[in-house]
C-alpha cells in the first residue's frame, strides 16, 4: 500500500511538472506572441491597438506565476484555452485529432508485435545460424532507418508506381496500410531485439532445463515455458514504446499528410499557436505518466519477484 | 629523441592500445569491427571529401537540373543542378560534427547531474530525478520539435534543443553507478580515511562510470543522428543551401514523382551513418561488458527518441 | 514543410474519410456521370478562405456575393449593387439591384446589407481596411446603402469588391451548416473543408449548368492529378508544374493558367548597410535572370517580373519599366563603385515555400557570381512577417498582390513609410523598409486619391519607376496559377483571382 501511495505521490510531482515543463516552454519565444500572431492572422502587421487589446485579452500583461496560475486553474477544469487562429477549442482539436492518431498508434504496434514475435522467437531457437543472422542483420536495418525515408520509399513503391494504396489523407482502412507499416515495422526491429535477448536469457533459466531434463521436446519448451516467461518484459515494452510510437508519429504523420496529434504539433509550432502546442504536449506528458504509472503497477502485481513494499532504486 | 625512436615509441603505443583487453575484445567482435569501419569511413570522407569530388557543393548548373544517377554524377544533380553525391559528401561533416557535438553536450549534462545526485543523494537526488522523470515523459522528439521550433531554424537551435532533452538517460546511468560504488568497501574504507569526495570520484567513481556512459554516448550518436535528421525534415534544421541530409531528404520529396534519387540518396547516407554507429556501440557493449544479457535488450538500442 | 493544414480542413478528414482518389480499397467518387463536377482544391494556406460569414464557408464558392465585383481587367464592376457614387469625400452610396432574392427567397434588401456589413467589419475588425466603422453603414432607403468613411477613401469600391465582403443573410448558421447569400450555387452540404454546391435557380442572372459542384481538399498536388486522370474529380486546381504539358498532350486532360495579380519580389531594406547604397542594389538588380528562373525553378508557370505590381493590375507599369539584367559584367563594375565591402547579406524566406527556397538558393548564387557573399535565413510563416518588417533581412523574398478590385493598398503597403511593410521602423527609427521618403510618400498618396485611372496610372507608375531604378524592389516573377481539367469540361475564362474563377459558367458533357 505505502508503494502505491508513494507511487502516486511522485507521479503527481511528475505531472505537475510536466504542467510547469508545458507552461514555461512557449515563454522562452524570442519576440512578443502577440505580434507575431496577429500579424499572422491578419495578413499584415498589426496595429498597436490591436495588439494590447490582444494581449488583455489573453491575460498576456500578468507576471508569469499569475499566467502559470490561471492557465492550471483552467486546465484542471478542462478548459485548454482556444486556438489563436480561428475558433477552435484545444480540447476539442484534440479529441477531433487524437482517434486519427491513436488508429496509427494501434495499427502500427499490431503490425509490430505480429512481426516481432515469430522474428525474436525465431532467431533465438536458431541462435548462431544464418536465420538469426539475417533476423539480426534485418532489425538493426529497421532500427536504424529514419522513418521519414521508409515511408517515401513506400509512398513510391506501393503509390506511385504499383497504384494501389492513397498517398495522403486519413479516413478509411487504405491510408492507414503504408503509415502503420512504415511506424511498425521501426517499432517491430527495436521488440525483435527485445524478444530474442529475453527469450534466449529465459531458456538459459534452471526451470528451462529442469523442463528439457524431463525429456520434453524442445518447441514444447520454448512455447509452454519460456516464451510465457519472456514477454513479459516485452509487453511491458510495448507500453513504455507508446510515447516513442507517439513520437514516431509525428514524422510519420506528416510524410503522409494525416491528420492527427502530429501533424498538429508541427503545424502549431510553425503558426507559433501557443496554446496548441501546450494541448498536445500535455496531452503527451499526461498520457505518458499515467501509463508509465499504470504499467509499473500491473508489472509490481505480475511479477512475484518485485516486492511490493520495497520499491526499485 | 631520434626519429626513429619516435616512430618506434608510437608503434608500441600502438600496439599497446591494441593489446589491451577491451580493444582485443572489440577486435574479436564483428559488430564493431564492422561499425568501427563504417564509421571510420565516413569520418575519412567528411574529412577528404572536397579532395575525392571534382564539384562545389552549391555549384548550380541550370541546365543540368535533375539529372539522374550517371558516372558523371552518381546520385544525380537535384532541381537547381547540383551534384547530389558531392553534397552528401559535405553533408557528412554536418551530420558527423552535430551528432558528435549533441552528444557530447549531452554527456556532459548527464555525467554532471548523474553525480551530483548519486553523490548527494536526500532532496537534491529527488529534485534531479524528478526533473528527469518530467523529461522522460515526452517522447524526445516532440520536446525537441516544440523546443527547436520555439527558438526558431537553425542548426544551433537544433543542436540545443537535442542536447537539452537528451542527457536524462546518461544521469540515471551515472547515479545509478556511484549509488552502486558508494556501497563498495573500498570506496567507503577511503572515504572513513577522510578522503575528499573529489578524489574518490576521481579514483573511484569515474572510471567505474566511464566504461556504461562510452557505450551509451556511442548507441546515443545514431539517435542523435536520426533525431537532428528528422527534426530537419520537418524544417527545423540547418538553413540552406548548406546539404544537411534530413534537409536535402525533405527538400527532395518535392520531386519524389521524377527524381526519387533526391530522397533516397539521402535517405541510404543517413540509414548507413547510423548503421554504423549502431554496430558500433552494440559491439563496444558486449565487448565492455559481456555479462551484461539483461541490458541487450532492444531498448538500448538508439531509435528515433 | 507541407503547406499549413487548415484546422477544419483536419476536422474535416476525420470519419468522413477524404474520397480514396489512387485507391481500389477505398470507394470511389460516384460523381462524373455528368452531371456534377468535383473541383480538388489544396488546401489553403490562408486560413482567411473560410474565416468569413463565421466558417460556414469558404468564401470562393459563389455562395455569397459582395455589392462589387472585379472585372476581368481588375476594375470594380455591379454586382449587388447596380451603380454608387459618392456623395462627398467622406460618402459613398451604392444602389442595390432590385430582383435579388436569397437562397431562403427572401429578398434583397438594404438592412440586410447592413447588418451584413456590420458583422463583417466587427468580426473581422475590417475597419482599417476598409476605413468604416460599424456603425458607418446605414440604409438610406430599401435599396440604397450608404458608407461613412472615417477618412477619404476613394477606393471604397475596388476594396469591398473583395469575397470577404459577400451579403450574409441574417439566418445564416455556421454551426447547422446552414449558408444563405444570394449567389448562383447553394450549399447543399458540408464535410469539413469539403462541400457540395447545388445551382440557384431563381439567380437574378446566371443558373449554373451543372447540377452539382463540389470542392474536395486534396492538399498534394500529385494526387489531385492522379484524381483527374482517374475522372475521380473534372478540375483540379494548381496541379504539379512539371505534369503540365503531360496533362496538356493527353486526349482526356488539358490546361488553362492564368496570370494573377500577385508578384513575387526581393524586398530590399534599405536603410540597413551595405543595401543602403543604392549602387550595390543595382548590382544585385543586374544579377538576376528572371527568365531563367520561370523557366527552370517554375518550369516555365509564371512570367518574368520587370516591377513589384502584376500587369494584371490596371494600373502595373510593367511595359515601361526598364529591364535590368542580366549583365554579370555591369553588376561586377557596379559593386566595385558601390559601398560594399565583403558584408555578408541576409536573404529572409519563408521556410514554408520550396519555391521561394530555390529562388533565393539561386539569388544567393548568382549574387555570388557578382562577388557579393549572402546567406539565406528561413523561417517559420508565423515569424516571416515580423521579421521582414522589423527590417532584419536585406533581401526578403516576398509574394504580395491583390485579391479586389482595389490594388492601392498594394503599393502604399510596401512603399508609403506609413504602410504595413515601413510602418514599424518608420514610427519607432525614423527609417523603414522599402520607404524611399517624402517624395514617394507624395506620389503614393497622389495615386491614392486620384480620380481618374490615367492620373493613378501617372502617380503609381513614377512610384514603380523610382523602386525599380534605385532597385528597391528586385523583381523576381509574376505569380500564374493553373487549372487542369478533363476534356468534357469547359472552363469559364480565367479570372485573375483565382478564388474568383466564375463556376457559375462551368460546363461539363459527362
Known sequence: MSYLLRRLASSTVVLFGVTVLTFGLVHLTPGDPARTVLAERQGRQPSEADVREFRAEQGLNDPVPIQYGNWLGDVLRGDLGRSYYGDGDVLELLLAYLPNTIELAGASILIAVAIAIPAGVVSAVYRGTWIDYVSQGTSLIGVSMPNFWLGYLLIIGGALRLGVFPVYGAGTLAHLVLPAITLGTGMAAVLTRLVRSSLLETLEEPYVDAARARGLAERGVVTAHALRTALLPVVTMIGLQLGYVLGGAVVVEVVFQRPGLGTLLVDAVFARDFPVIQGVTLLVGATFVLVNLLTDLAYHRLDPRVSLGGGRA | MSVTGVLANRRSALAAILEHPTIRALRRNPSAVAGGLVVATITVLAIVGPVLTPYDPNAQHLGNRLQGPSLAHPFGTDQLGRDVATRLLYGARITLGLAVLVTAVRLTIGVVVGLIAGYCGGWVDEALMRLVDVLLAFPGIVLALVVAGILGPSLTNLALALAVVGWTRYARVVRSSVLEMRERP?????????????????????????????VLATLDLGGVILAAAGLSFLGLGAQPPAPEWGTMLSTGRHHLREASWLVNAPGLAIVVAVLGTNLLGDGLRDALDPNDRTERSGREVSRRD | MTGRHTRRAVLGGIGVGVATFAGCLGDSDPSGDGESVTVARPQ??????????????????????PLVGTNHEMEPEPLLATDWMREDEYTWRFDLREDVTFHNEAALTADTVVDSFQAIIDDRSATGWI??????????????????????????PGTISHNYFGVVHPDTEADDDVAIGTGPFQLEERNGDDVTLAPYEDHWDTVPSVERLSFE????????VTALEGDDVQVAIDPPRNTVSGLDSSAETATASQRTPRTCFGGVNIYKEPTDDATLRQALAYAIDQEQLVETILEGVGDPARGPISPEIPWSSHDDLPAFGPDHDRARDLVADSSYDGETLTILIDGSEPDDRNVAERLQYQFEEIGVDSEIRSVESAAFYETFTDGDAHVSIVTLGSNSAAADYLIRAMFHSEGSD??????????????????????????????????????????????????????????????AHREAVSLPDLHPINPMTDYAHLEYEG
Not at chain 3, 444 to 464: C, M, N, P, T
Open chain 2, 186 to 214: 573500498f570506496v567507503q574504507a577511503s572515504r572513513l580515511t577522510g578522503a575528499p569526495r573529489r578524489r574518490v570520484l576521481r579514483r573511484h567513481v569515474l572510471p567505474n562510470v566511464a566504461g556504461p556512459v562510452v
Open chain 3, 44 to 65: 489553403s494556406s490562408q486560413d482567411g478562405e473560410w474565416d468569413v460569414y463565421g466558417g460556414v464557408i469558404p468564401y470562393f464558392t459563389g455562395v455569397f456575393e
Open chain 3, 131 to 156: 476605413n468604416v466603422e460599424p456603425d458607418g453603414v446605414s440604409a438610406i432607403d430599401d435599396t440604397t446603402v450608404e458608407f461613412e468613411t472615417i477618412e477619404p477613401f476613394p477606393s471604397l
Open chain 3, 217 to 224: 481538399v486534396v492538399s498534394d498536388a500529385t494526387t489531385r
Open chain 3, 422 to 483: 515601413n510602418e514599424q521602423r518608420y514610427e519607432s527609427e525614423g527609417t523603414g523598409v522599402m520607404n524611399l521618403g517624402a517624395e514617394v510618400d507624395a506620389l503614393i498618396e497622389e495615386g491614392y486619391f486620384a480620380e481618374s485611372l490615367e492620373d493613378k496610372r501617372e502617380a503609381y507608375g513614377e512610384v514603380q519607376r523610382r523602386v525599380v531604378e534605385e532597385a528597391v524592389a528586385l523583381p523576381l516573377y509574376y505569380v500564374e496559377y493553373v487549372l
